[in-house]
């Protein structure tokens, strides 16, 4: 008879651990990627058997490990082999980049180049770059750029002319900007954008692996263990399915996908429904996550949607993306096949239409699908009310407070509320902390940084922007931890360091709860 194979436990011992569930313990027992006990280093280390392996966490601070509610992770990947116009402070500084992009790069004639990451706020004269400038890098090369909020961009007259859309045809909820005279500038603004976007070569199934691979490597590092992430920005979903699927196989992906499905038109979520997958299924490394809809713009691009014009602006509200009846269509279809919703809304007037679509969704048949409005930058108390009622979750990014704070008392002044999240707290929101990436980095230590001081590097403005809205760093660090895990339907599996979770923690090499802040 064959003794059967014991499967070894690791474990960790006089450590700090803080399992973010009202206890700190010394010492954990996990087997099989899941954690067996949790005590003190005698009760633990009395579990070991021969062949156990036995770690010395060295009285270092241990949380779960860090889930990053909204991201991009292809995009970000992508990003590395693309023009990388972060930074750029001058419209002639992006030229000079492209050209010496194309130098580098060794690029032929009639190869596409795509590049992002500027934001004209910080230019010296801050201005959009548009078709013409594009045309300064090279009129032989197809050229489009994004701005770092991805929703407004610029693409040079070959570009328009190789995607089809030299004509500049009517979008819904976007548009091809045209001069005086009635011809495109170049300059293209959000639902024009993605449809634009998916005109261009995508990467093939190995270039999306490698892309993702160079982004789970770094996440790892900064201490991410799960990743919510639109990637069909980058690739298309049969493209994205199969990269995850063979990383997954060949034991390559390390970090768990919860991956969300951007559909912007009744058409295309119908299109992925026949897939026959919904929220929630797959296994522990990649899931089928939420719908991803985009109901309206960026601050700093003006074209998140308001309520009220632009402070700066006068007769701009941005751009909703959606009629009211067209979103609920969206939403409620969703919602009836058993799909959580994310709906990327900042402006006031755009929440304000996802609160009222989420609403109707959760009245049909009380069904809650904790259904997010991703980034819910601008809200009032009214609106707060609304979504605790309906049990509609916040996907929020504490870094872009310090990205966004020289623009909001000149474009929103003081009409709504911004960046609430202890007040969020306060009304029973569930939150989860995300980044964008790559509009933000992603590092989660930096996010909880954002969310504890609410200011920049230089921890400006003293004493932080807006302080009675400051988060504990314990309720930041359950913001990526516990918060990320509801909002993803996992809270029972992560987020906390407690048997029968999943053994996915991070050792610190300082102890987060003492530092100064």
Known sequence: ?????????????????????????????????????????????????????????????????????????????????????????????????????????????????????????????????????????????PIMIERVCGNIGAANPLALEMAGFADGPEIAGGVFDRDADGNLTGIIRESALDTFKRHIPKPD?????????????????????????????????????????????????????FEEVQAARPQILEKFLKHGLRTGDGTLYFKIGNIKLITDGSLGARTAYLREDYGDDAGNRGIAVYTQDELDEMVMLAHKAGMQVAAHAIGDGAIEQCIHAFEKAYASDGVDMRNRVVHCQFVDKEMLEHMAKSHICADIQPPFVPSDISLVDSRIGNRVMGYVWKTMAEYGIHAGGGSDSPVENFAPIWGIHCAVNRCDEAFLPEGGWHPEEKLSVEDAVKLYTQGSAYVSFEENIKGTLAPGYLADFVVLSQNIFNVPS
């Open 205 to 257: 199934v190995e270039a999306t692996k490698n892309a993702i691979l160079r982004v789970v490597a770094r996440a790892n590092a900064a201490g991410l263990t799960s990743m919510q992430t639109d990637d069909l920005e980058g690739a298309p979903f049969e493209t994205v399915l199969q990269a995850y699927h063979e990383l997954e196989n060949e034991g390559r992906l390390t970090v768990r996908i």
């Open 1 to 141: 008879m064959h003794e059967e194979k014991r499967e070894m436990k690791q474990i960790y011992y006089n450590g700090n651990i803080h399992t973010m569930n009202c206890s700190i313990v010394q010492a954990m027992a996990v087997e099989d990627g899941i954690i067996k006990a949790v005590g003190n280093d005698e009760e633990i280390l009395a579990l070991a058997a021969e062949g156990d392996t036995k770690t010395d966490l060295e009285g270092r601070c241990v949380v779960p490990g860090f889930n990053d509610s909204h991201c991009h992770v292809l995009l970000t990947g992508l990003q590395d082999e693309r023009l990388n116009l972060t930074g750029a402070k001058s419209i002639q500084e992006i030229i000079e980049r492209g050209r010496s992009y194309i130098e580098e790069n060794h690029l032929a004639k009639g190869q596409w180049i795509i590049g992002g990451g500027y934001d004209q706020n910080i230019f010296d004269e801050p201005v959009l770059p548009d078709g013409q400038v594009l045309d300064e890098i090279s009129k032989e090369h």
